[in-house]
């Protein structure tokens, strides 16, 4: 009696470190996913912020008087203007709804929402930038037929001047700042993980393994029942 009141502890003891072992490796794994969370977070964030600037002076513009003449210039500002307001509204209102949905869903979701919710700010994380970027173009392009709209030629023709040269200096450093820190996507590191702890890129066995798997079954078919029975262990 004594004996078996000890294994049955000893059971007991064992079933408690496996289960605290699994809780602490999946606590250690969720908090490196947290890491990447909070890196699309903060740039969402600060996306947000920098849309919601341009917006209000996309509104500005929109609210200056315009000429009567010519036409074409007025139809061309007034589309771009907007244009441009409307990407950044998108913008703010992507990454707001992303830096509150996602934390949230990560947080007080159920099993695997870390995941989701980290591989769903990485896909519309690009394209708040696109819409970003797009929306940045469209307010320069604004301003330089209100210059052409507002000054006469003698004016608007330096203006014209100065912002193709800073919108080709935005492309040049946008370009050049990419491909210094350009990291390619066989290089990516991500904190994903499977359901058994190993890599996601780990988890599909290569062709090598899978013959070595297919030579060990031929193998073991070929053995005893008996002996299959004794390797395999109780069912």
Same mark, same amino acid.
């Given at each position: ?30 908090? *490196? ?5 909070? +890196? ?22 929109? %609210? ?11 139809? @061309? ?17 992507? !990454?707001?709804?992303?830096?509150? @949905? ?20 990485? !896909? ?5 930038? %696109?819409? +970003? ?6 307010? %320069? ?7 052409? %709209?507002?000054?006469?030629?003698? @004016? ?6 100065? *912002? ?9 450093? +946008? ?61």
């Amino acid at each position: 009696s004594l004996l078996a009141l000890r294994c049955q502890k000893s059971s007991t003891m064992l079933y408690a470190d496996k289960r605290a072992l699994e809780t602490n490796l999946k606590v250690e794994l969720l908090e *490196i996913r947290e890491k990447e969370l909070n +890196f699309y977070t903060n740039n969402c964030q600060n996306i947000g912020t920098q849309a919601a600037m341009l917006a209000g002076f996309a509104f500005a513009g929109m %609210m200056q008087p315009l000429p009567d003449q010519p036409e074409v210039l007025r139809v @061309l500002f007034l589309v771009s203007t907007v244009s441009a307001l409307g990407l950044q509204l998108v913008t703010v209102v992507t !990454t707001t709804l992303l830096s509150m @949905l996602s934390p949230g869903l990560a947080l007080r979701g159920p099993d695997g929402s870390m995941a989701t919710a980290v591989n769903g700010m990485m !896909t519309h994380y690009k394209f708040t930038l %696109m819409c +970003f970027a797009t929306g940045l173009i469209c307010f %320069m392009l604004s301003a330089l037929l209100y210059g052409w %709209m507002q000054f006469d030629w003698t @004016l608007a023709m330096p203006m014209t001047v100065l *912002i193709c040269y800073f919108l080709f200096k935005i492309f040049h450093y +946008f370009v050049r700042i990419y491909r210094r820190f350009r990291l390619a996507p066989d290089h990516v590191v991500t904190g994903a993980f499977n359901a058994e702890g190993q890599s996601a890129e780990a988890a599909a066995p290569s062709e090598t393994e899978l013959a070595e798997q297919r030579q060990l079954q031929e193998q073991y078919a070929n053995l005893p029942e008996a002996v299959r029975a004794n390797m395999a262990g109780p069912s």
